[in-house]
């Protein structure tokens, strides 16, 4: 099922090789991003949506 | 430091959510409407302007840009106030916005059905509403960095980013795919033409479905999702790959849409590979969501919000994982231009785009009018009634598309097709449609009840317009620690955030685009492929007008099942002159490609006059008006004008006599429908009309009989 895949290439591997270099970079470069996160600001940030409610809001300040 | 009191703006969310559900039920009204008249033409009401061509592009812009649209700026004006801890940058800008985006709507409930259209998918607003449409979104960004510029949160949520890479990527997308040659004030010809013009329009329709569908309803689900199950996104870092990947692959998959067509073969192959990669964030991002219900899932036994939640990305994990197998290209012989492909966006639009908004606003409307929702049971007989109403949509549409598909491929023991006539297809799936219809009204009934349920909420509440709200400001930069990971030294730099996610969305778009746009080598010309004559131009508008193309497609892939049926598989240099292209994503009725001088000129009189004269029990509409209204011919110099600075090679000072031109060959179909005893005078459409539809295809044959 891959015949049709491989027999389009021709002459323009040039595009398919430059997007597969440009794909293998990217995610490289991504998880060493990941890698290099600390945990105590993902729990930071994944805790962002929960505190920012208007629970917190004091009574007095309330329209 | 003393912490600031403001006050977030509850006002514009709250107009946005109701924006959101009237357009909604608008927007899916005028589905119901195009459904039925697939197996009841009637349905049009004998009328050009509510007529199946022309109030499509209405249904999908509706739903799109109105129902969904709307609901993206609730969202993101609700969740972005609270994640930044600062209310939206300029309520000025937010009223521009609100009644700009409403304007911006309302011209295309006008101007869709009056016919005014590119013929773009997606993109069908004629150039002055694109302008305006660029205009807006400048002031959306406008406002959302504005408000970025003066929060009090240091580090940008993920829910952020995908707002920031929704805004930067639909401004690409629509002005790559608006570059159009003004014709009159409401008339103009895209830049680019055939296969160029094919290859922007799916960058940019496939986009819109990743940039305008998904996105954002992705950042507003890693915001809102937490905040409906009171617990931490599953996993943060996992949600740091998936939006970076997923904006990274989307880009490259549009030529998933054009398999089997002219476009060079490496730029397909390219397409495919990366649509099947997209299985990788798409599911990361459903199991994110997933698993962030993980120990709550007792709580989407009774919370109706959730159960919403629950389907909406089940939704989208299905229509994501079928989007990949459908780009497959065994699959896609079968499956492009079938119901199959209606069955898939609905899963998604339905689904993922619809439960999430309908979870949204029942969860938001309550809040912000400080009550609670008027009913539990209604908001549950919504679930019910919307869950059923896909399932009743999507299965029939499978059905169908598998069905016609496979007759149309069929070949009897001897060689023949089959089913030789395109119709007996078409009536074989007529039941489907009208069930499909059914699952449509379904839906539709529950976003009604839904309207009622939040009215009644918002009624026995009072809207907290500003609600107060308190946090410390940010401390100056200078006096934090430097961050070593680039991550997190990324979320809190919006600007550079910005340009990071516009130069991951212009690498795909470049190595695709740039050697088709620039090379012209990669578009073979034949040599037998004349411009089209005065006539037959206007004929064409009058075909963009119409929106034959939502039906027709133009294109014959190089399958023996469509040489056979329709004649030669079509060639990339047949398409040079045709500004913009119309190779269509649909057959609901059989491809034009070749229809020139199939059939004589008498045969097109009757048959768009009433076309069961002429195919007994076809769905396609009565074109009447085309007998009586007269060609309006007043634009013939323009458009030649415009059409040469596009490059067509008409000779100069041929604008000139092209009206001279034009009336010599109406007259000469006159004539010939004359001998046919039929009367009809020179001027009047229909035979504009003609004269195009026997032009399509022909260049080639003529070719053919020339080489022979």
């Excluded at chain 2, 076309?611 to 060609?631: A, D, V």
Aim: glycine content about 6%; proline content about 4%; some cysteine.
């Amino acid at each position: 099922m891959f015949k049709q895949f491989t027999e389009n290439i021709n002459a323009n591997q040039a595009y398919l090789l430059f997007s597969l270099g440009i794909f293998f970079v990217f995610f490289i470069v991504v998880a060493i991003m990941l890698i290099r996160i600390r945990k105590s600001h993902v729990d930071h940030m994944s805790d962002l949506p929960l505190h920012d409610s208007d629970t917190e809001t004091p009574q007095s300040l309330q329209l | 430091m003393q912490p600031e009191n403001f006050y977030y703006d509850n006002k514009i969310v709250r107009n946005f959510g109701i924006a959101t559900v009237i357009w909604g039920i608008i927007g899916m009204t005028v589905g119901l409407i195009i459904a039925i008249q697939l197996y009841h033409p009637g349905a049009n009401m004998g009328n050009q302007y509510t007529t199946y061509g022309r109030i499509r592009p209405l249904h999908t812009n509706a739903v799109i840009f109105a129902f969904v649209g709307n609901a993206i700026f609730m969202g993101v004006y609700y969740s972005l106030q609270r994640l930044l801890k600062a209310r939206m940058f300029s309520d000025v800008l937010s009223r521009i916005h609100f009644w700009g985006w409403q304007l911006i709507i309302l011209s295309a409930v006008i101007t869709l059905p009056l016919g005014l259209t590119t013929s773009h998918e997606y993109a069908e607003l004629e150039w002055p509403i694109d302008i305006a449409i660029t205009v807006i979104w400048v002031v959306f960004g406008w406002n959302m960095f504005g408000t970025i510029f003066k929060r009090r949160e240091r580090h940008l949520y993920v829910a952020i980013w995908f707002y920031i890479a929704t805004f930067i990527t639909i401004a690409v997308l629509h002005v790559v795919n608006s570059f159009e040659l003004p014709v009159s004030a409401f008339k103009s010809y895209m830049v680019y033409a055939g296969v160029q013009d094919a290859l922007v329009q799916w960058w940019y329709g496939h986009n819109a479905v990743a940039f305008f569908l998904t996105t954002p309803y992705l950042g507003m689900m890693y915001y809102f999702l937490p905040k409906m199950a009171n617990r931490p996104v599953y996993s943060y870092k996992l949600s740091i790959l998936h939006f970076w990947a997923l904006i990274f692959i989307y880009i490259w998959a549009g030529p998933h849409h054009l398999l089997y067509t002219t476009l060079p073969g490496w730029a397909q192959s390219l397409g495919v590979a990366f649509s099947i990669m997209l299985i990788a964030p798409s599911w990361g991002g459903m199991i994110n969501g997933l698993l962030t219900l993980r120990g709550a899932w007792d709580k989407v036994r009774d919370d109706v919000i959730l159960k919403f939640m629950v389907v909406a990305l089940t939704a989208y994990g299905m229509a994501t994982f079928e989007g990949p197998m459908l780009s497959l290209k065994q699959v896609n012989s079968i499956a492009h231009f079938s119901d199959w492909i209606i069955a898939h966006v609905h899963v998604g639009a339905l689904g993922w785009n619809g439960f999430l908004t309908f979870a949204m606003l029942y969860w938001l409307i309550p809040r912000i009018y400080k009550t609670e929702l008027f009913s539990k049971k209604l908001a549950s007989f919504h679930f019910w009634i919307g869950t059923l109403g896909i399932l009743f949509y999507a299965i029939p549409m499978y059905w169908a598309g598998f069905t016609q598909s496979l007759m149309l491929k069929e070949f009897t023991a001897e060689g023949m097709l089959k089913y030789p006539n395109f119709l007996e297809s078409t009536l074989q799936i007529l039941p489907m449609h009208m069930m499909r219809s059914a699952g449509g009204a379904m839906y539709l009934l529950g976003v009604i009840v839904m309207a009622y349920n939040l009215t009644r909420t918002a009624l026995q509440g009072k809207l907290v317009a500003n609600e107060a709200a308190q946090a410390m400001p940010l401390a100056p930069v200078h006096t934090i620690a430097r961050e070593s990971a680039w991550h997190r030294r990324l979320e809190r730099k919006p600007i550079q955030m910005l340009i990071a996610a516009l130069l991951v969305i212009l690498v795909g778009t470049f190595v695709e685009l740039m050697p088709t746009l620039t090379i012209s080598s990669n578009i073979p010309t034949i040599a037998a492929v004349k411009p089209y004559t005065p006539l037959e131009l206007q004929g064409r508008d009058l075909y963009i007008r119409e929106g034959c193309v939502n039906c027709h497609s133009q294109t014959v892939r190089p399958f023996r099942s469509e040489t056979e049926r329709y004649g030669e598989y079509s060639k990339a240099g047949e398409f040079v002159y045709d500004h913009p292209f119309l190779w269509g994503s649909k057959r609901t009725g059989p491809d034009l490609a070749r229809e020139g001088q199939k059939y004589g000129n008498a045969w097109h009189y009757n048959h768009l006059m009433d076309p069961r004269l002429m195919s007994p029990g076809s769905i396609m509409p009565e074109y009447s008006w085309l007998l009586t209204q007269t060609l309006d011919t007043s634009l013939t110099v323009a458009k030649i004008n415009a059409m040469r600075t596009l490059g067509v090679p008409y000779a100069p000072g041929y604008e000139k006599v092209a009206n001279a031109e034009l009336d010599k060959q109406a007259k000469a179909i006159a004539a010939n429908l004359g001998a046919d005893h039929i009367k009809v005078k020179s001027d009047k459409e229909v035979i504009a009309i003609i004269a195009y539809l026997q032009r399509l295809g022909t260049d080639i044959k003529a070719n053919k009989t020339a080489n022979k």
